[in-house]
């Protein structure tokens, strides 16, 4: 009999033993090479083990390994003002560790600065597992399975796209917080429109605006910001995943208005704004920056319009790097087929759909191996 695992048992694994991982391809123990269209859940814009990350961290720790926010330390400032990524609106970055933690910042200061209670968010988003985010997670499921906390009329919900429940804003919400393209729920886009309505009336009704872009921003979407796309200025917007390729960092940016009100003490946390994670965020941003990977991204979506979205029963939704591949077969079922022909896709909650979130330097060989994996799959 084996021993049982040191690890408790919460994650659903699949049956693949990882050695390695460089650009767009991972190794499996037993020798196998795998695309990776998931990037890791959303995590590698630059690919596995990218040279210039390499070295940030080697010399980043070699350099100055790390320190709390209790001194200045000239990396956050840099990574700080590549993170705003010239925005004419956000101004400041709070660095913290993870997207629950920074949904967790953003509902706390809506909350102080509003003095209001109420949270709104959409009835198919995910926010994380920290309280008041998972309070702010109205996906289905979630809180059957986890402790959400029930304060009576704390939260409420939108239903995605629907603009009669716009009207619903009013001047008991504190904020709206909105995950921008809900990836979980199955990758859906906003109606045209949908969110310049939404933000005219939080103006009218005094509400906060609150983008949760932990995976839509820094690029995934084609645009730095996903706010950018919908064409809204959001008071707040939390980040993570991508933002320091692979090293756990997450960060809420601000608006001046709202930075300007912001207290000593306020909020806190001993890594978060590490210098390594700085570090590491500074390199994905210039690296994004200077190789033009704004335009790459949109370049995969247009590929994999072109070469999977005209296969015979294929439907794409999203945007960028963050795509939602329907086809007849269940999701679960596409991915163990997938990887039959060494093609590794996600899933998501909504039954028939897969999800891809490969890296920004995904090459067009990359989209025609897939291509042709899916057509066998499919028995086209
Ligand atoms: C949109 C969104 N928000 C928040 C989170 C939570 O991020 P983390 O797992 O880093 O806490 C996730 C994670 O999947 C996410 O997709």
């Known amino acids: 009999m084996s021993e049982p695992s040191p690890l408790l ?49 080697a010399e980043g720790h070699a350099t100055l390994d790390f320190f709390s926010n209790s001194l ?49 968010s959409f009835d198919c988003a995910f926010h994380g597992r920290t309280l008041a985010a998972l309070g702010a997670t ?3 499921g979630y809180s059957q399975r986890l402790s959400v906390p029930r304060v009576a009329d704390a939260y409420g919900t939108l239903r995605f796209g629907a603009l009669e429940d716009v009207e619903r804003i009013d001047d008991s919400v504190a904020c709206v917080l909105c995950e921008s393209v809900p990836s ?4 859906l886009m906003p109606p045209d429109g949908y969110y310049p309505a939404l933000e005219a009336r939080c103006r009218e009704a005094g509400a906060l605006l ?16 996903a706010h950018e796309l919908f064409g809204v200025k959001p008071d707040m917007v939390t980040l993570a995943k991508s933002i320091a390729g692979g090293y756990p960092a997450g960060a809420l940016l601000v608006s001046g208005e709202l930075g300007a009100r912001v207290k000593h003490g306020e909020l806190g946390t001993t890594f978060g704004g590490g210098p390594l994670a700085c570090a590491m965020i500074e390199t994905v941003a210039r690296v994004i920056d200077e190789q033009g990977l704004l335009a790459r991204v949109e370049a995969i979506f247009a590929g994999l319009r072109e070469h999977v979205g005209s296969i015979d029963g294929v439907t794409l939704s999203g945007a960028g790097c963050l795509v939602g591949l329907r086809t007849p077969l269940p999701a679960a079922q596409l991915r163990a087929r997938l990887l039959e022909h060494q093609v590794l896709v996600g899933t998501s909650a909504e039954p028939q759909t897969a999800r891809l979130l490969p890296p920004y330097v995904l090459e067009d060989a990359h989209i025609a191996r897939f291509a042709e994996a899916l057509r066998h799959v499919l028995g086209h």
């Open 9 to 57: 048992d919460v994650y659903p694994r699949l049956d693949i033993e990882l050695a390695s991982a460089h650009g767009c391809w991972l190794r499996t123990s037993d020798g196998r090479e795998i695309l990776d269209l998931y990037g890791g859940h959303a995590v590698t814009p630059l690919g596995h083990g990218h040279p210039e990350l390499t070295r940030t961290l």
């Open 72 to 120: 200045h330390m000239p990396v956050q400032q840099r990574a700080a003002q590549r993170l705003l990524g010239g925005s004419d609106h956000l101004r400041h970055v709070h660095f913290v560790n993870s997207g629950t933690e920074a949904n967790e910042a953003a509902l706390h200061l809506a909350r102080r600065l509003s003095g209001r209670e109420r949270v709104l």
């Open 138 to 140: 109205a996906l289905s």
């Open 184 to 187: 979980l729920a199955g990758v």
């Open 210 to 225: 609150v983008f949760d872009e932990v995976q839509g921003g820094i690029g995934r979407l084609g645009r730095w910001f």
